[in-house]
């Protein structure tokens, strides 16, 4: 499961432009670094395991946009925050461009133990300081 961050800048030649490409990058690893803080801090812990793989990394995509991307590998993360059996996402909303986890209705299972989202939704006004900031800075180095 992962979520991503993402800001579209196209590349450009200029002091200033490469200064705001540079910021943009800054300002999302930051933003990306929040989000963690929050999933992880988020993350109902019984052996510690889904809490302590929780990553971060940030990536350059083809079309030159900054992506931080947060998400863990650990298999059973989607049904932590989306809960299972009749628990499951069928009884919880589903948010604007999520995939519901499939789940049966057979069996009664676990609540959904929500973490990556609320770390995302809550962060909403960081993400947005944090670009800025970011490219604030590098104006400032640059033509100072």
Excluded: W
């Amino acid at each position: 499961m992962t979520v991503t961050i993402g800001s579209d800048l196209r590349q450009g030649s200029t002091r200033a432009e490469k200064a705001v490409r540079k910021g943009v990058k800054r300002g999302v690893n930051n933003a990306g670094t929040i989000v963690k803080r929050k999933a992880v801090a988020l993350c109902p812990v019984d052996t510690g395991r889904l809490r302590g793989s929780i990553e971060k990394m940030v990536v350059e995509a083809p079309d030159d946009a900054f992506y931080s991307i947060i998400g863990t590998s650990v298999y059973y993360a989607p049904y932590v925050e989306f809960g299972t059996g009749t628990h499951g996402a069928a009884s919880n909303p589903v948010f604007e461009g999520e995939e519901p986890v499939p789940h049966s209705t057979d069996v009664k299972g676990h609540f959904a133990q929500p973490f990556m989202r609320p770390a995302v939704y809550s962060s909403e006004v960081e993400v947005k300081e944090e670009i800025m900031k970011g490219v604030e800075a590098e104006l400032e180095k640059a033509f100072n």
